[in-house]
Structures are given as C-alpha cells and as structure tokens.
C-alpha cells in the first residue's frame, strides 16, 4: 500500500520515473518499521471537559515523523492531533476504517517543502484504551537523501543538503522528539 501510495504522489508530482519513490521502500535493504502503540485510559485526562474527554494529557509528544511516509491505523479512540501553521492543534477524529497517512521529513526534503511532514502528538483518552499501528516506510541507510532536481523550477533555491539515512538517524537520536530534526540539514543553517 505504501509504495502505491508513493507511486501516485510520484504520478501528482509530474515525476517520469514512476516509482523514483516507492524503490526506495522495495529496496531490499530499506529500513521500515512496523510500531505498535498503546495508550492506556488516563483518570487524569478526565478532569476537564474538551473534545478528547478531559484534560490534555500528553500520550506521544509532540514530532514529524523521520521517514518517507508513514501509514497509521487506530482503533475508535480519538487522541491524535495535527498542528497547523498558526501553532494550533486539531484532532483529527478516530476512523477504525481509514489509514492516515504522513508525510514524513524525508518526502519534505526530496519535494523540496511541497509536501510538509506535520508535526503531530496523540493526546490521551479518560475512558478509552487507544490502538494504534503504524508502518513508517523508511529508505536503506545509505540511501542519499536530496531534494529531487526533476522538481526544482527555474532558480528554485534547494532548501536542504543532501545526507545520507544514516546521518538523519544519527543526527536525530542527538536531538529531543521534539525538535525541528531537518534544522541540522536546511541550508541557510550550516551548524
Ligand atoms: O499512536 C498514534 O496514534 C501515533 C503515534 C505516532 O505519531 C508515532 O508513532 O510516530
Ligand atoms: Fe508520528
């Protein structure tokens, strides 16, 4: 499913190559993680009254996911929350249904910024235990990872350096969950 999903990004990008993305996750070395996550009813998420049955309670912190995209299913619990440009948070309802998917920091770097990784958090519920896998859909380590030149328009400046998956896993595993972890690879911030 990801690498259709990847394939008709690919087609939505006006890329030739069509599976210029997805090859990254069928590579046989590529580095995808299958997570499961559970969040217990918190009795402290009850005190208040707002759409996720209480008071927020923090259950996963706030962060871009690292990898290409990630595909997310959940139980009918609500909990996980998108943040918008103007720094607040929406919940995006439960749907035991549908998978929701994320762009991640890599797919942010290779479009150059047309795809946006969201920055995201899942709040806990007061009453109801929450179940969630996700496949996060990674390249191999060694995989460079670049803006893509077949997308850059005219004198469009490259927003990011190309790294290695290697060096983002490395670099990221120094920072805090919720750090900006493309900061290090922008290229007006050389640090
Ligand atoms: O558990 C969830 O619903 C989402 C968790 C998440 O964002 C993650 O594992 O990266
Ligand atoms: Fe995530």
């Given at each position: 499913m990801g690498c259709e999903i990847l394939e008709l990004m690919a087609e939505g990008l006006n890329i030739e190559e069509k599976n210029m993305l997805s090859k990254l996750v069928t590579d046989k070395d590529s580095d995808c993680i299958f997570r499961l996550n559970h969040y217990p009813p918190c009795p402290?998420?009850?005190?208040n009254n707002n759409d996720n049955g209480g008071e927020n309670v923090i259950g996963f912190g706030e962060h871009t996911d690292p990898q290409i995209i990630s595909l997310l299913r959940s139980n009918n619990t609500s909990g996980f929350q998108i943040c918008l440009k103007d720094k607040s948070w929406i919940s995006v309802p439960s749907d035991h249904n549908s998978f929701f998917v994320n762009v991640g920091d890599s797919l942010q770097v290779m479009t150059n910024g047309r795809f946006k990784s969201v920055r995201h958090r899942v709040l806990t519920n007061g009453f109801k235990s929450r179940l969630s896998m996700i496949y996060f859909c990674g390249p191999s380590l060694s995989e460079k990872i670049a803006?893509?030149?077949?997308?850059?328009?005219?004198?469009?400046?490259?927003l990011y350096r190309e790294f290695t998956w290697f060096e983002y896993k490395k670099s990221a595993y120094a920072?805090?969950?919720?750090?900006?972890?493309?900061g290090h690879f922008e290229t007006n911030n050389d640090s």
């Open positions: 402290e998420s009850r005190l803006p893509l030149l077949c997308l850059i328009k005219g004198n469009e400046r490259l920072t805090r969950l919720s750090d900006n972890r493309l």
